[in-house]
């Protein structure tokens, strides 16, 4: 029986950063994986999803190029076939880059299904047949998770998918329903909205993007509709049917939409089955995700779990994040997550992201905020892109002035997130990050304006 310090199921973007990160730190480590290297994230989810995204949102750009005085003498017509292949091409040379990430780290991969055989033990069901074991001091379960069907609508993989199906297709849907408008369901509406796609959006709750700021919900909704998206809040599917070539979809609220295509995006449910937790006793919470501490551990000594499996935002830069902190405790340091650190990411058109707490998070833990706003209409480099719609919002404790939240719609916002996550991590003040200089004419501007409005006026905003 092969010994290992660490061993760790799941060789997505958390499995397989712990495993680079312990074998920087000099652990033999074993990574076992029954698919492909890189997980959802890289295969199914992040990376194919946002190529697709990238060249959605170029189409669109080419199709109103005229408004930036670039007049196209022939029609800007889109070949998905090559946009397919294209985003396959650059799923498969991430994927071997991973791989030839963990062979010059020394990490040992396996190809198979983990299980665990006891809490140093874990029993590899290998590709080829073969079941083997191997020991290890520690084990990290990182096995990730999978969309979720809702009953009534069940996943055929043809007309009715589920985020897995949709960024595989090889044909694009003249019209499409996305059932849930969260952060996957946005995304996807917006980027087949963008190929040219009829798209129809049905969400439950009363708002698109349900767990960002009330504030930036209402800003996407304002550009969904601005798309000709139609978006149908506090509403339900009540039926599908299969026509000759059509879906017909009836809605709680009476109307009946048909569509070629039905995209349910919920969300997604861990990973926990045939895993062996009852052999060893590992802990579910009440949602069914395995429990751990801050620190990533289970209840069992030696047997840690990240990632999807574990709940939370289910984001890959957490799992990667949780993935390092679990694998440096495992062996021997002493890390807690900080989960109030973590950004999130959407990939609309306008971009959202956000940090920290929204402002109706702060006020319900207590705090009484002030909180500042910026539109990018009033920023010089919005208009020079020709993307002016959204805003950034600051929130601050009002008695500190220390940034608690930040919470932006607009032009880039998933990178420009960054500046504000590091300044809740350094306890920054509104005051520290108004009064720092940045360039003009930039997006991050945006930031600096949110802060002296925070303050009491923004400067390139009338009073």
Known sequence: MSRYDVAIIGAGPGGYVAAIRGAQGGAKICLIEEAIVGGTCLNWGCIPTKTLVATAGLFTRLRSAEELGIRITGSVELDFAKVTARKDRVVRGLVKGVQTLLESNGV?????????????????????????????????????????????LEIDGEYVLNSDHAVTLRELPGSILVVGAGAIGCEFAFLFNGFGSDVTMVEVLSHAVPMMDEDISVLLEREIRKRKIKLHLNTKVASVKRGPDKLAVALDNGQTIHVDKLLVSVGRAPNVADLGLEVVGVELTERGTIRVNGRMETNVPGVYAIGDVVGGNMLAHEASAEGMVAVENALGGSRAMNYNLVPSAIFTDPEIASVGLTERA?????????????????????????EVAGEVKLVADAETDQIIGAHIMGPHATDLIHEVALAIKMEATAEEVAGTIHAHPTLSEALMEAGHALLGGAIHLPR
């Open 108 to 152: 040992t991969t396996l190809a198979g299904h983990g299980t665990l055989a006891g809490k140093d033990r874990v029993r590899v069901r290998h590709t080829s047949g073969h079941i083997g074991e191997v020991e290890a001091r520690s084990i990290i379960l990182a096995t990730g998770s999978r969309p979720i069907d809702l009953p009534g």
């Open 362 to 386: 702060a006020r319900e833990q207590g705090h009484e905020v002030k909180v500042g706003k910026f539109p990018f209409r009033a920023l010089g480099k919005a208009h020079v892109l020709g």
